[in-house]
């Protein structure tokens, strides 16, 4: 194996072997209070700035437009509308599923940013963008704290 740098981006060249790929990703604080609420309280939380009036689903620490430190948290609700959808009629190893599965950019009115998840309760052929749609929580006592506490988005 030569460590030689590549001068010609039409000549890549190609290192054989396996690399480590391990990690580990943590919710953070705002990642964690924002499952911690729908967990326990079933509420969609977004964090609002104070200074611009803008709300980021999901919540950060700090706006993105002054940079300010996000201190406020506000219920968004669970309604929202499909920004975008894709229909995945195989799994993830390239096999025919039973059932397509619809994935959709939720946006939530009035927020910055959106949630990605599944669609449920309309045949694929009915979606739209657009579609208005609520969140359907797991019951209290099947909650674990992860975006899986929401079993998917129906139309409203």
């Known amino acids: 194996m030569s460590l030689e740098r ?3 981006p039409r000549k890549p060249k ?3 072997g396996t690399m480590e790929a391990d990690y580990l990703y ?4 705002a990642g964690e209070r924002f499952f911690k609420a ?3 309280n079933s509420v969609i939380l977004g964090a609002k700035c104070d200074k611009c009036g803008v709300v980021y689903l999901p919540p950060r620490l ?3 437009v002054c940079f300010s430190e996000l201190k406020e948290w506000v219920d968004v609700g ?3 509308y499909v920004y975008t959808y894709t229909i995945a009629y195989v799994d993830h190893d390239g096999k025919p ?3 397509p599965i619809i994935y959709a950019l939720i946006r939530i009115n009035g927020t910055v940013g959106g949630i ?3 669609l449920g309760e309309v045949d694929p052929e009915k979606v739209y963008i657009g579609m208005e749609v609520e969140a359907v929580l797991k019951p209290p006592e099947q909650r674990t704290g992860s975006i899986n506490d929401i079993l998917y988005f129906r139309p409203v």
């Open 26 to 29: 943590t919710l953070g604080v």
């Open 14 to 16: 190609h290192v054989y």
């Open 78 to 80: 669970k309604r929202g």
């Open 38 to 40: 729908i967990k326990d």
């Open 97 to 99: 599923l039973d059932k």
């Open 6 to 8: 590549m001068r010609d």
């Open 116 to 118: 990605l998840h599944k």
């Open 62 to 64: 700090y706006c993105e």
